[in-house]
């Protein structure tokens, strides 16, 4: 049962346009999100995070919308740079519960 | 070095063969974890550490044993490896939050892709 789900296993986008990525979850007591970036052959890196009480978070050219209603968060990265090529993971907690639920991940490639 | 390492960082064993995967952090984090990576799932949590000899289950821990003598190790031991554990493993470290661990500072080591044949 997975319990958060990034249905794109791949995106490419063109340098200096926005790159949306997408996560959808099914589990309604997640607290906390996160977004991770993981280049080849490292692991993977925090990236930025959001609260369930809070619907938008930014971070420099990273911003993460969080849509409850709908199960359904975003990581927004504009412009897109061609260091932003990596594969990215949302990430999911249910504070109280210790565990971190990852979704399957989305390989970005930014075509120059 | 500081941070967090993992070795070997490749490993080729045979089924039914035992395999210790080591980690070390050099920040005294209390919390430590195991991940496997497989194609289709994403991150899988195997089993994660609160503290040195206080160690609990996560997903998927059938098969592997781990340890926690000191705060700076949290060895993984596969005690006789199948071919389904083929996969890489990650190693993380965080310090105590304002529940339980803190998710923004989870701090991930390099990996140790393990093959199984």
């Known amino acids: 049962d997975q319990q958060v789900k990034q249905n794109s296993p791949s995106l490419s986008v063109q340098e200096g346009r926005i790159s949306i990525l997408n996560c959808d979850y099914t589990?309604?007591?997640?607290?906390?999100f996160l977004w991770y970036k993981k280049y080849p052959a490292e692991g993977p890196t925090f990236l930025i995070s959001?609260?369930?009480?809070?619907d938008k978070n930014e971070d420099g050219r990273f911003t993460v919308f969080l849509n409850k209603s709908a199960k359904h968060l975003s990581l927004h990265i504009v412009p897109s740079q061609p260091g932003d090529s990596a594969v990215y993971f949302c990430?999911?907690?249910?504070?109280?519960?210790?565990?971190?639920?990852f979704g399957t991940g989305t390989r970005l490639t930014i075509i120059p | 070095d500081a941070g967090i390492t993992q070795s070997p960082r490749y490993k080729i064993t045979e089924t039914g063969r035992q395999v210790t995967l080591m980690c070390h952090q050099t920040w005294s984090h209390s919390y430590m974890f195991w991940y496997r990576q497989d194609l289709g799932h994403g991150l899988r949590l195997i089993y994660y550490?609160?503290?040195?000899?206080?160690?609990d289950k996560g997903e998927v821990p059938d098969g592997y044993v781990v340890s926690r003598s000191k705060t700076e190790n949290f060895p993984l031991t596969l005690e006789s490896a199948t071919r389904s554990q083929t996969s890489v493993y990650f190693c993380a470290s965080t310090v105590v939050g304002a529940t339980l661990w803190d998710p923004d500072t989870q701090y991930f080591g390099p990996g140790t892709r393990l093959t199984v044949l």
């Open positions: 550490s609160a503290a040195a000899d206080i160690t």
């Open positions: 959001i609260s369930s009480i809070k």
């Open positions: 990430a999911a907690i249910e504070f109280g519960n210790e565990k971190l639920t």
């Open positions: 589990n309604s007591m997640f607290d906390y």
